[in-house]
Nanobody, 122 residues
Framework: QVQLVESGGGLVQAGGSLRLSCAAS????????MGWFRQAPGKEREFVAR????????RYGDSVKGRFTISRDNAKNTVYLQMNSLKPEDTAVYYC???????????????WGQGTQVTVSS
């Protein structure tokens, strides 16, 4: 079992930055690939980024490439999402999730956090 708690969301102006954190409980955290997803009102949950257990194998959604960076610290059981050059269309609830398989679809993730709101004003 893995429990995930996101933090770091908030209100930011367009062009600004935020760093999201996801703290995991459970001794097997380092065995999981971790992902970030987001969901805006009325839209489907969207893949944002993924990182494999080793810290390599990063992958990003097309809409965030070059602006967002995913990283993890297995010693701290934490995964991060650094978000730069934020746009109003990045506004959504951001979720972290854990998976053994390391895919990019929500269905391949086994555990989810409760989400943190990110709002980007124009």
């Amino acid at each position: 079992q893995v429990q995930l708690v996101e933090s770091g969301g908030g209100l930011v102006q367009a062009g600004g930055s935020l760093r999201l954190s996801c703290a995991a409980s459970g001794r097997t955290f380092s065995q999981y690939a971790m992902g970030w997803f987001r969901q805006a009102p009325g839209k489907e949950r969207e893949f944002v980024a993924r990182i494999r257990w080793s810290g390599g194998g990063t992958r990003y959604g097309d809409s965030v490439k070059g602006r967002f960076t995913i990283s993890r610290d297995n010693a701290k059981n934490t995964v991060y999402l650094q978000m730069n050059s934020l746009k109003p269309e990045d506004t959504a609830v951001y979720y972290c999730a854990a998976t053994f398989t390391g895919g990019t679809s929500p269905g391949s993730y086994d555990y989810w956090g409760q989400g943190t709101q990110v709002t980007v004003s124009s």
